[in-house]
């Protein structure tokens, strides 16, 4: 794995942690060597792990659609800024230049993401780790509604265990370094005769 991209807020929002750990997320890919894809901006969370990767020397690809760039919000400072001229070609061109995905604290743009990734997962479409950095329990009702999915047989259970999920960065990316994709033959249960 070579590149992680990090889906996150574009506000940082009202728990000072969700900065503290977006700082801490990149100091530790920096120090695997992990450069970061992330959607482009420079504010809210995106903006604070783009400054972070760059301030521990790491590398920052920003894939940003050009009318949020029009309206001054793109981080000039990346390594690499792409202007693209939709959502859709920001999420495809972000997926291609990632090794893994992460969703750190968001809104529907983050989810958004996050469950388009993880189905292309679920289809074959990549074989990809897919994992939440679950700050201060942001995550846990989602992942319980997950939990539910599986248990009233809507998802497998092989597909549920795709999403890692852990509060600390340094024991997520070691969760996706180590991660073994998915194998199944099919997805749908076949109709019961």
Not at 73 to 101: N, P
Not at 103 to 123: I, K, R, S
Not at 137 to 144: N, V
Request: glycine share 10%; net charge negative.
């Amino acid at each position: 794995m070579k590149s992680i991209a990090v889906y996150c807020g574009s506000s940082a929002g009202t728990n000072p942690n969700y900065i503290i750990q977006a700082q801490a997320l990149a100091k530790a890919m920096v120090a695997q060597g992990l450069t970061l894809v992330y959607g482009g901006g420079r504010v809210g969370l995106m903006g604070t792990i783009a400054d972070a990767v760059l301030a521990e020397g790491g590398q920052v690809i920003g894939v940003i659609p050009d009318f949020l760039d029009a309206k001054e919000l793109a981080h000039k400072g990346c390594t690499e800024l792409h202007v693209v001229k939709s959502m859709h070609e920001r999420k495809l061109m972000m997926a291609d230049r990632a090794d893994g995905f992460i969703a750190m604290p968001g809104g529907y743009g983050t989810l958004e993401e996050l469950f388009e990734v993880l189905t292309w997962g679920q289809l074959g479409l990549h074989q990809k780790p897919v994992a939440l950095l679950n700050v201060d329990g942001y995550y846990d009702l989602l992942l319980q509604s997950l939990d539910r999915m599986r248990d009233d047989q809507l998802l497998r259970a092989e597909n549920r265990a795709q999403l890692l999920q852990s509060a600390n960065p340094e024991e997520l990316l070691a969760q996706m370094m180590a991660y073994k994709p998915v194998q199944l033959e099919k997805w749908l249960t076949p109709p019961i005769t």
